[in-house]
């Protein structure tokens, strides 16, 4: 199922199968125009109490994955599975349920709030409309979750508007209102870029925190690599709309297989200072287009291992060549065919060069 580690008993919390997002676009007096293939066929699991990440550069399809789980974009194949139940099944009213039990913390704070309403009524609002109807119930329910993400003290910030709160303290609101109806999974799309630095690592200690005492299961949707290592379990890496690598964080870190991740790695930032004469080289080109994205490894246009005949004709299957470390690339396949065009076969990589 997907090369994806489950819970043994109970099943995983989240299950994503073949999952296809596509956006139709249309000319004004023309009609269809094509799709932009934004999420094109994602397979993986996330068992209950634990954090995975995903990774890849802008436009690879991280943050419509994260709002199709939502359930705020239909996919166009594919399911989610949520506890064993896909959500295509849901009535209205188990939707309602379902957003309940999914929260989620959006990129810009200050933009995710509405200005017209303080910390009271923000907080207080999902609880009105998931149908806690005692206000006695619903004080001591914000005044909980305010006091567990340190957002105190609280008889002082309740009356505020966001506007007249700091960056950091917007964004624990907003991991608050994520919060307030005890969800058992946390989408976190970009939660921490638009925060200064040191506030970055609140936030992210908040949230693992969070994620250990709840037993959530939290999706962390991110660019920085540098992160990941303190705040998941595993790490999926994307690249135009597929997941093409997936293992745990400290065998990815270590050891990378795919040559995009390997090339990701390799971007991050050395804060070493004396280190900063030193060239780094990344793939060159830009990411495909998802309106037609190529044949073959979505990759291959700017792999420096490509085969040719082989890498930009077919999409690679997902290879595991190491325990729980899975990789879609054409280098890992064990009975490699003979590369088209070369003097002598180019061999496989069994591990990182």
């Not at 399911?79 to 849901?90: A, N, T």
């Not at 810009?108 to 009271?120: E, H, I, S």
Request: charged share 25%.
């Amino acid at each position: 199922m997907a090369g994806d580690v489950t819970q043994k008993n109970g099943g995983p919390l989240l299950s994503v199968r073949d999952l296809h997002t596509w956006f139709e676009l249309r000319r004004w007096g023309f009609g269809h125009a094509g799709f932009v293939h934004a999420v094109d066929g994602v397979d993986f699991d996330l068992p209950h109490g634990q954090a995975v990440a995903f990774v890849g550069e802008s436009g690879c399809g991280k943050s419509t994955l994260a709002r199709t789980i939502l359930g705020l974009y239909h996919p166009t194949k594919g399911e989610v599975v949520f506890e064993g139940k896909r959500l295509k099944d849901y009535s209205k009213r188990e939707m309602q349920w379902y957003r309940s039990k999914v929260g989620f913390v959006q990129q810009d704070p200050y933009g995710a709030l509405p200005p017209f309403m303080n910390v009271r009524r923000i907080l207080d609002e999902p609880l009105i409309i998931n149908g806690v109807t005692d206000p006695a119930e619903r004080e001591k329910r914000i005044r909980e979750v305010m006091d567990e993400v340190r957002l105190t003290p609280v008889d002082d910030l309740l009356p505020k508007y966001p506007h007249m709160l700091s960056g950091g303290q917007q964004q624990r609101v907003v991991v608050a209102r994520a919060m307030i109806l005890r969800p058992k999974l946390i989408v976190a799309d970009e939660p921490v870029s638009m925060l200064d630095a040191s506030v970055r690592v609140e936030i992210l200690m908040l949230l693992r925190a969070l994620q250990k005492s709840h037993n959530l299961g939290v999706s962390y949707i991110t660019h920085d690599l540098s992160t990941v290592r303190y705040f998941s379990e595993r790490i999926f890496v994307m690249y135009a709309g597929k997941i093409i690598e997936k293992a745990p964080v400290d065998d990815l870190l270590r050891a990378p297989l795919h040559p995009y991740t390997q090339a990701l790695i390799t971007a991050i930032p050395d804060p070493d200072g004396a280190n900063a004469h030193i060239f780094k080289e990344v793939p060159p080109g830009e990411p495909p287009s998802l309106i037609n994205p190529p044949k073959g490894c979505r990759f291959h246009p700017r792999c420096a291992q490509m085969i040719k005949g082989v890498c930009d004709v077919e999409n690679p299957p997902e290879f595991q060549p190491e325990p729980n470390h899975f990789v879609q690339c054409w280098l890992y396949k064990e009975t490699p065919p003979t590369p088209v065009g070369a003097g002598s076969p180019r061999p496989y990589r069994s591990g990182v060069a």
